[in-house]
């Protein structure tokens, strides 16, 4: 379904010219020196830059340089050192941009990167499992809410997703529907009322009545990928498979800003499905057997949870991944399954 890869990425800086106008047979070098130098740096901590332009034999007449498309600082000079502060910008990946002119215009444009990772350790949590519920084992589970006492579950895989609405205690069925053959059904939310839902790569979403199933209205998205939703009461929260999580306006379903996961070493990929508790996100990496628990403000990684024990409790090998997280108020419990699962676990997170 989906390429598997979680990993730290550790970016390194690159460079990369564009063609000399007035001396072609040479191409400008800029050099662009990040310390530190494996380019990785901690929240809180200063990044220094290093600016050395060559125009060989043309006569400089300025130096921009831009950070994720920001223009900030222009100079006459060959070389200088900036020192930046990394409160002044996001967790994640940043772009360096430097244009160097002559009297002609650009006479070059080099690139270089470098990452903000968190400083925080995130902790290793403890979990209790509380009950044990059986689950349909032809749910190819996406996403997984409570509303009103019930679970709604939607499923994926072309001609076969769908959306159901159950007890989990004895697994019958309120209601359901079927999604159109083309459409590969992934994670919802509900608020308001509202129950929305993402595809995976036809960049439509679909909002329903939460109770009839009735659906509104369609919307499109950004993202060249759906996967996990949430909400926050306010915002509808997606992940599309990468390391960040989107926040989209409930009006238009636009996005209005995005953070990037990370803990204290790199950036974290492959996030799916979500859930919004009590001020936090929820989120299960794909491909793996770990949820993790990121501060929506930063997206830091606050804590871990290693799952893997879960499967001794399942007596059959024809399963796919860990993947729907929802959370009950009333009992204070998260409910956790996964693509094919047998079961379904009622879990007491250690904080």
Not at 240 to 267: A, P
Request: charge should be positive; aromatic fraction near 12%.
């Amino acid at each position: 379904m989906k390429p598997f890869v979680f990993a730290l990425i550790l970016i390194i800086a690159g460079f990369s010219g564009c063609s000399n106008k007035t001396n072609s047979h040479r191409k400008p070098v800029t050099n662009i020196q990040i310390t530190p130098a494996n380019k990785i740096v901690s929240y809180g901590n200063d990044i220094s830059l290093s600016i050395t332009a060559n125009l060989f034999k043309d006569k400089l007449e300025k130096i921009e340089l831009y950070i994720n498309g920001e223009k900030i600082k222009t100079s006459n000079e060959k070389q200088f050192t900036l020192n930046l502060k990394t409160t002044d910008f996001h967790l994640g990946n940043h772009t360096i941009t430097c244009k160097t002119f002559n009297k002609s215009g650009i006479h070059g444009i080099n690139y270089a990167y470098f990452i903000i990772v968190s400083d925080i350790e995130p902790q290793n949590k403890k979990f209790e499992i509380v009950e044990i519920l059986p689950h349909n084992t032809k749910s190819f589970t996406q996403g997984l809410e409570f509303y009103n006492d019930f679970l709604y579950e939607s499923t994926g895989n072309n001609g076969f997703s769908k959306i159901f609405i159950y007890n989990p205690e004895n697994q019958k069925i309120i209601n359901s529907i079927d999604l159109e053959n083309q459409y590969f059904g992934e994670g919802i939310t509900i608020l308001n009322d509202k129950l929305y839902q993402l595809t995976y790569k036809s960049k439509k979403g679909f909002i329903y009545d939460a109770k009839s199933l009735k659906k509104i209205k369609e919307f499109s998205f950004e993202s060249p990928e759906g996967w996990g939703l949430t909400n926050d009461g306010k915002n509808i929260i997606m992940s599309d498979g990468s390391s960040k999580i989107h926040f989209l306006d409930t009006l238009n379903l636009q996005r209005t800003k995005s953070i990037e996961v990370c803990n204290n070493k790199g950036i974290i990929s492959n996030l799916n499905e979500l859930e919004y508790i009590n001020g936090f996100i929820y989120a299960n990496i794909w491909m793996t057997n770990t949820i993790i628990k990121i501060d929506p403000l930063t997206g830091k990684v606050l804590s871990i949870y290693n799952l893997s024990s879960l499967l001794n409790h399942i007596e059959t090998a024809n399963i796919d991944v860990l993947n729907g997280i929802a959370y009950n108020q009333k009992n204070n419990l998260f409910y956790l399954t996964g693509k094919y699962w047998p079961k379904m676990f009622k879990i007491k997170f250690e904080d």
